[in-house]
């Protein structure tokens, strides 16, 4: 298990971003920030070095959590597991173009996060 490791969260749904935040620290994840858009979640990014980034793709202002993840591919080489409601193909293909470790729909189920979240850290 990678206890400790630090994830940063892009989620701008306050409330399913708290219930996340808590389920990794209880797993012993440092959580070592939330944002709810491309420009914080690069400054957090920068700042904090998180070893995963767990990405919503539809976030706040008008850059999304693709073009995001894109973004820290190029600049940071971090691993970014997307979660997101949207399925379709569409969405998919651009998340697996920019390098997605993985693709969670929502709900989210707490099993396949945590294992996800372990095969991202263990193959980084």
Known sequence: MNSGAKIILVEDELIIAASIAKELRRA??????????A???LAVIE??????????????GPVD????AQQ???????????????GDRDTLDRAKAVGAF???????????L???IEAALDNR
């Open 47 to 60: 700042e904090k070095i998180p070893q995963l980034v767990l990405m919503d793709v539809r976030i706040k």
């Open 72 to 86: 820290i591919a190029t600049n940071f080489s971090i691993p970014v597991i997307f979660m997101s409601a949207q």
């Open 39 to 41: 420009e914080q979640a």
């Open 65 to 68: 959590g693709i073009q995001t």
């Open 102 to 112: 993985a693709y969670l729909t929502k709900p989210v189920a707490r099993d396949a």
């Open 114 to 116: 945590m294992s996800a």
């Open 28 to 37: 012993g994840y440092d959580v070592v920030g939330i944002a709810c858009s």
